[in-house]
């Protein structure tokens, strides 16, 4: 994988560097944010650059054919967002310099790495404070997602998920709640009775449907509204 | 702690300039008291005060390392 690292006045700049010297696009890049920029006093004294590690994505992510036709439609699309971006901030990038601006001022040590892609934009955490910033199941890193997904969207135009994850919390976290899926639909199924989880947002409570959708002896739905809603496994 | 909830009611809200944010300290408690514009308390509220919920969320995790509790109250005007 090929690495540089580089430093600008602001993120954007030291990132426009990085890709004319790897000679390619942002949709090819994967990046780091080493040392954030700071203006210091006055603009003058004290002023740092932005430091930034930029590496080309690995080979078989980008398949030849796709960038000889993606590379025409990217210069298109590419002269008509410049045009955009004279009026508007990059939402995107608005997002992610909100997120770094926040994990800055939070005084927590934590990287973000940034993957975009045509309907998703994913940040992943990773650093020595990861703990604090996924929080009691993961309370903290959800209400970053979802302001940073406000932040993103607020336009209205060009609607993106916001997915925010740290050391692959969220791909644990569903492997836990499938476990409880299934220890609790067996618990339903023994005792006859109705077993009623505690309140999840609409992610989590879709990952306990999905997981029971193929047992035959329990259905699920759920109960409750807004911050109290939460599922209900009846054995059928 | 000042900064950071301005930084995140900043990026919500229409009317940026209009953030106040006042501190004092009950007993153990830092209180943060912050004013919006009137047509900007939706934004920094929510639904069912979801997006207030996740301003608080954030505010805790940074808290974590101080001795003190923080609370943060939302007001849309003095």
């Known amino acids: 994988m090929k690495t540089v690292k580089v430093t600008g006045k602001t993120i954007e700049e030291a990132l426009d560097t990085a890709l004319s010297q790897l000679n390619t696009d942002l949709s ?28 080309l994505k690995e080979e ?34 608005e997002a992610h310099s909100f997120l770094l601006q926040v994990i800055e001022e939070m005084k927590v040590d934590v990287d973000v790495t940034v993957h975009e892609t045509e309907d998703e934009l994913l ?3 990773s650093g020595k404070d990861i703990g604090v910033m996924i929080g009691k199941r993961g309370r903290t890193l959800d209400s970053l997602q979802y302001l940073v997904h406000l932040v993103r ?10 997915i925010i994850d740290a050391e692959n919390y969220r791909q644990k976290r569903q492997e836990t709640l499938e476990r409880l899926a299934e220890r609790l ?18 992610r989590e409570r879709k990952i306990i449907h999905t997981a029971l959708q193929y047992r035959e002896d329990v259905e699920t739905y759920s109960e409750g509204t807004g911050a109290r809603r939460h599922i209900v496994i009846r054995p059928t | 702690m000042v900064t950071l909830i301005k930084t995140i009611a900043s990026a919500l809200v ?26 900007d308390m939706g934004k920094v509220i929510g639904k069912e005060g979801r997006i207030a919920k996740s301003i608080r969320s954030v505010l805790y995790a940074a808290a974590t390392h101080q001795q003190k509790r923080v609370r943060l109250d939302i007001q849309d005007e003095w």
């Open chain 1, 28 to 55: 090819n890049v994967e990046y780091t944010v080493l040392e954030q920029p700071s203006k210091g006093f006055l603009g003058i004294i004290g002023a740092k650059p932005a430091l930034l590690e930029v590496s």
């Open chain 1, 185 to 202: 639909a067996n618990k339903a199924v023994r005792t006859g009775e109705k077993v009623a989880l505690e309140p999840m947002n609409a």
């Open chain 2, 14 to 39: 229409d009317h940026p300039e209009a953030i106040h944010i006042r501190e004092h300290q009950e007993n153990n408690t830092l209180v943060y008291t912050m004013t919006v514009h009137e047509d």
């Open chain 1, 123 to 125: 940040f992943h955490l």
């Open chain 1, 153 to 162: 969207n607020r336009s209205g135009d060009s609607y993106k998920r916001v």
């Open chain 1, 60 to 93: 078989e992510e980008i398949e030849e054919e796709q960038q000889a036709n993606n590379s025409i439609e990217k210069e298109e699309q590419g002269a008509m967002e410049e045009e955009m971006d004279k009026q508007l901030p990059n939402p995107t990038e």
